[in-house]
T-cell receptor, first 113, second 111 residues
Framework: NAGVTQTPKFQVLKTGQSMTLQCAQDMNHNSMYWYRQDPGMGLRLIYYSASEGTTDKGEVPNGYNVSRLNKREFSLRLESAAPSQTSVYFC????????????FGPGTRLTVL | LAKTTQPISMDSYEGQEVNITCSHN???????ITWYQQFPSQGPRFIIQGYKTKVTNEVASLFIPADRKSSTLSLPRVSLSDTAVYYCLVEGGGATNKLIFGTGTLLAVQP
């Protein structure tokens, strides 16, 4: 039981490049989330998926797109990376939509030059 | 929108009880209060959740007064391994897009 896994762990991009961050959970959870965490700041919700087949915007969705591929997987795509998107990205999942315990992945550290 | 306010940092010594207070003046009727712990280079980890009065589990207690405008996380007899950032999160009301973590409290435990 790996919990929530994220790939890659580290990534460096040039401005304008695109990439997809992958997230998978093996706990049969219904809800999944993407957060970003900037130095010295708390987590900010980018997008979430309350259940398979649905996605909704969080607090800071601009510049990102998401896909809930199936119940296990929730990906985050940066179409044209910008230096302001340099951050640590965390994926999380929970059994129910709210209020429920969120289980977080180890994070992806992204640098955009 | 139920924003939270916490102290930026706290210091303690091993074996002491630590109380971290979170202010959430605009908490809504359906909101729950959840605390997470985060170590460097790791994702946050759930500690405890409550709605009102007192909740206790094997690692912490959560005290919520009747007006629910604040909450206090109590860590009994802290150790060096409790050095981490602690986040208070107010969530619920069906508005997931309003899930907002504050900046957290950095707890430094010294020997």
């Amino acid at each position: 039981n790996a919990g929530v896994t994220q790939t890659p762990k580290f990534q460096v991009l040039k401005t304008g490049q695109s990439m997809t961050l992958q997230c998978a959970q093996d706990m049969n959870h219904n809800s999944m989330y993407w957060y970003r965490q900037d130095p010295g700041m708390g987590l900010r919700l980018i997008y979430y998926s309350a259940s398979e087949g649905t996605t909704d915007k969080g607090e800071v969705p601009n510049g990102y797109n998401v896909s809930r591929l199936n119940k296990r997987e929730f990906s985050l795509r940066l179409e044209s990376a910008a230096p302001s998107q340099t951050s640590v990205y965390f994926c999380a999942s929970s059994e129910a939509h709210y209020p429920d315990t969120q289980y977080f992945g180890p994070g992806t550290r992204l640098t955009v030059l | 929108l139920a924003k939270t306010t916490q102290p930026i940092s706290m210091d303690s010594y091993e074996g002491q009880e630590v109380n971290i207070t979170c202010s959430h003046n605009n908490i809504a009727t359906n909101d729950y209060i959840t605390w997470y712990q985060q170590f460097p280079s790791q994702g946050p980890r759930f500690i405890i959740q409550g709605y009102k009065t007192k909740v206790t589990n094997e690692v912490a207690s959560l005290f919520i007064p009747a007006d629910r405008k604040s909450s206090t996380l109590s860590l009994p007899r802290v150790s060096l391994s409790d050095t981490a950032v602690y986040y208070c999160l107010v969530e619920g009301g069906g508005a997931t897009n309003k899930l907002i973590f504050g900046t957290g409290t950095l707890l430094a435990v010294q020997p």
